[in-house]
């Protein structure tokens, strides 16, 4: 069974990769005037679904082997299995069983969701429920964002469109919404927003796990 320490590492590291594949791309369109070619495009928007879906998959990891009391935290805190768990296996039929809507079996919490994911940490209860609670819902946060963008990606129609745009505060028109544009945006600190969204991720994550 895998540790939280290597559930944070993997997920740091696709985190970076997501960024540093499209980097070159971003500074290429610089001296080109904000041109890209084709393939480019596809690649920084690949990886802004990739950088969501390793997200979830972190969030997901992290709380099913905090419930099963999964070895220590980064900071070598022990975890203690949560009531009614034994096995990794016991731990979405305990927690389908938790909520008080019933569940199909197949069910399960969209885990990039920081609400969801509070909800699904509170509901096992986990010996370090405080920690994960309090990192996922920490504010300002840029997670819907990028929920957000990559919705856009997979779907591209005006609705998506206009749910980023909203989110992100861009001013072009539904109609006119760039992923490629959204991505390589300058934030307030000086980083462009592909990178914050790492940066604060990654950060999440381990404030997570301490």
Avoid at 48 to 54: E, M, P, S, Y
Avoid at 59 to 78: D, F, H, K
Avoid at 105 to 115: D, F, K, Q
């Amino acid at each position: 069974m895998r540790s939280l320490r290597d559930t944070f590492k993997t997920f740091a590291v696709d985190a970076h990769t997501s960024f540093r594949k499209c980097e070159p791309i971003y500074a290429g369109m610089i001296q080109r005037s904000g041109q890209a070619i084709g393939w480019q495009r596809a690649v920084c928007e690949l990886e802004t679904v990739r950088l969501w879906d390793a997200w979830s998959r972190f969030v997901r990891q992290a709380i099913i082997l905090s419930a099963v009391g999964c070895g220590v935290t980064l900071t070598g805190i022990p975890l203690q299995p949560a009531n009614g768990i034994t096995t990794v296996h016991d731990v979405l039929p305990k927690l389908r069983s938790r909520y008080s809507k019933a569940k199909p079996p197949w069910w399960e919490p969209n885990w990039g969701l920081p609400r969801q994911g509070i909800d699904a940490a509170s509901l096992l209860g986990i010996s370090n429920v405080a920690t994960v609670t309090a990192a996922l819902g920490a504010t300002p946060s840029p997670i819907d964002q990028l929920r957000l963008t990559r919705n856009f990606v997979a779907h591209r129609n005006h609705a998506s469109a206009f749910n980023a745009i909203a989110e992100i505060g861009s001013i072009v028109p539904a109609s006119d919404f760039d992923a490629l544009n959204t991505l390589r945006r300058p934030t307030s600190g000086g980083v462009l927003l592909h990178e914050y969204w790492v940066i604060y991720l990654i950060a999440t994550a381990e404030a997570a796990l301490q």
